[in-house]
């Protein structure tokens, strides 16, 4: 079933109105799960990220970047609803649907949310939505941004991009100024048919994934938590906080499985990994 998925979407990829019809299916297949609960379990998921983030630094009258604003805007208006003063959120095209925002904000309990465009939206909570948009250029001066953030962003980005975004983080962050990170690294098809495991993406070469997954409609980059260690090691971030999720049957999945050569030199607890929390502070 999740190579169907596939399929349809290297297609859209492909489609001048791809994006769009993409959102529509997404969009069904989210009604299709449960709607309202759904959307909650998520609120509460960037919530506890938050919270986790406000331990090492609080948000009130922070200036904030942020990577992949997304269809919604959860994040952003999550942001300002823990008072976040500014908010400059950049995005590689212009996902953001007007109606979700307004049911983020409702939901959450922004003011006003209901009544406003969504440029109104926007500027009554400090948000600088910038769509198309390049987070690894922000134009921003330097030493001008408390926070970097990016939520279950980094794994659909290319390997360069990433690294830059933390080249630039080092940029414009103050001193003391905090990057935080919730990089999903399991396999995204595996919500979408059960029979896929988190880890079962190892298995495929890279050529294979890169021609039909790496796209601007599904792109993921299979980088492993050992990856972004490394690169956060070399922009010169300290680690505040790491939390990941690893799960001893995908171990053991890991070790029963040929994974492609492309992972070789990782051991199966650095595979198996499928999710990590990465907070980091820049001098």
């Known amino acids: ?42 609120i509460n998921e960037v919530d506890e990220g ?13 200036v904030v970047v942020e990577v992949g604003t997304g269809w919604d805007a959860l994040p952003t208006l999550l942001l300002r609803k823990l008072g976040a003063e500014r908010i ?10 007007h109606n979700l925002a307004q049911s983020i904000g409702r939901e959450i309990g922004l003011p006003d949310s209901e009544q406003l465009t969504l440029a109104g939206l926007l500027e009554s909570n400090g948000i600088n939505y910038v769509a198309p948009g390049d987070a690894t250029k922000t134009g921003l001066p ?11 962003v980094l794994e659909h980005v290319p390997d360069s991009v990433a690294e830059a975004l933390m080249t630039e983080a080092r940029r414009v962050l103050k001193p003391g100024g905090i990057w935080y990170s919730l990089i999903g690294l399991h396999d995204h098809y595996a919500g979408f048919d059960k029979s896929v495991s988190e880890v079962n993406f190892l298995r495929y070469p890279e050529w294979l994934w890169r021609l039909l997954v790496k ?10 938590e050992r990856d972004f260690l490394e690169m956060m090691a070399r922009a010169g971030g300290e680690i505040v906080r790491i ?9 053991e999945r890991v070790k029963a499985m040929k994974v492609d050569r492309h992972f070789a030199g990782y051991t199966p607890e650095e595979l198996a990994v499928t999710r990590t ?3 980091a502070r820049f001098a």
């Open 243 to 251: 939390h990941h999720v690893q799960r001893p049957e995908d171990v």
């Open 215 to 224: 796209n601007n409609i599904s792109y993921h980059n299979r980088l492993r």
């Open 1 to 42: 079933m999740w190579k169907i998925k596939v399929l349809i979407q290297f297609v859209l990829a492909h489609m001048p109105c791809g994006e769009a019809i993409n959102h529509r299916l997404q969009r069904v297949n989210a009604i299709r799960r449960g709607g309202a609960p759904c959307l909650r379990d998520r």
């Open 50 to 62: 938050l919270q986790n983030l406000q331990r090492v630094k609080p948000l009130l009258g922070s």
């Open 142 to 152: 330097d030493n001008s941004v408390d926070l970097f953030y990016s939520f279950a």
């Open 277 to 279: 929390e990465i907070i």
């Open 88 to 97: 400059h959120t950049f995005d590689h095209l212009a996902h953001l649907r």
